[in-house]
């Protein structure tokens, strides 16, 4: 016959082995928690980094093709001058560039500077402790700006600045943004693939460049200010008429009757007005 308190003394440990068991399993799904919820964590924080490092990288590409910030670029970086001040520009590389933003300079007004310590934090806003040796958590991101100028095949580099270009497009200046990304604990970080994705190359202007071109080839100014393209009214249509567009061959549209400059409903006669434009560069009129 079995005792008593030998199966007290059974159920007694059988209670002890299911709570171990069941503290293990807690113990185990705590653990995958804590490990899902740090992962989940670090991927956040990883695409909002790469959110904040494709946004700076944007900003500072934008302020080089931006006349009014190159402008301030150019002024504040010697071997940039000349895309001011016009004249022989200096072969070769170029860099590290300082990149300012548009508008009166002042403490904020540089993006990228030549400054190792400079960089930004994980929000996008400027910082001054970046660490590239040791990392620095709160001020991990930087950009490295260099350039290139593209000169003709005689080794002439010439900006031509006058008073309505004030930033010279030529000569073709390629830009180079590399990210240097260094936090403290890059544990917590995944990986940026600095050498590829988050290293670019660019030509400042190289789409107003072919806009300046083709202004070029009718005879025109191209103004980098407005980026309107200036035409001779005159150019080489007959005399007693006045160039009003241009056909599909590039070739000049004259309009017979004289346009008063400034007034241009005069040319519609009395009682109408100017509402419009053929392609092949009639005037359109409408009375009134």
Known sequence: ????????????????????????????????YVNWATSTQKGKKDIDTKATVRAIMDQISNSIDNDQAFFNTASNNPSLNCFVNGGSCPMGPIGPINVYLAGPLGPNSIFA?????????LG???????????????????????????CSANGVC??????????????????????????RTAANFGSLNEEQVYNINFDRGQNKGVTQNYCAAIGGIYNTSSKFCILNTQGDCPAGTYMTG????????????????????????????????????RLTCGKY
């Not at 500077?113 to 934090?121: H, V």
């Not at 996008?124 to 593209?150: H, L, W, Y």
């Not at 017979?256 to 009682?271: E, H």
């Open 1 to 32: 016959m079995i005792s008593p308190n030998k199966i007290v003394h059974s159920q007694k440990g059988s209670t002890i082995v299911v709570a171990a068991i069941g503290l293990i399993a807690l113990g185990a799904i705590f653990y995958s």
């Open 113 to 121: 500077s030549s400054n190792l310590s400079t960089g930004f934090d």
């Open 124 to 150: 996008g806003k400027p910082c001054t402790s970046f660490d590239s040796v040791n990392g620095n958590d709160q001020c991990p991101i930087r950009f490295e700006v260099t350039g290139e100028m593209a």
């Open 158 to 183: 010439t900006a031509t600045v006058n008073s309505t270009q004030k930033v010279s497009i030529d000569p073709q200046l390629r830009i180079n943004i590399k990210l240097k990304f260094k936090p």
């Open 246 to 281: 241009i056909d599909g061959n590039g070739g000049r549209v004259c309009q017979s009757k004289q346009i008063p400059l400034g007034n241009i409903d005069a040319a519609c006669g009395s009682g109408s007005g100017f509402v419009g434009m053929y392609v092949d560069g």
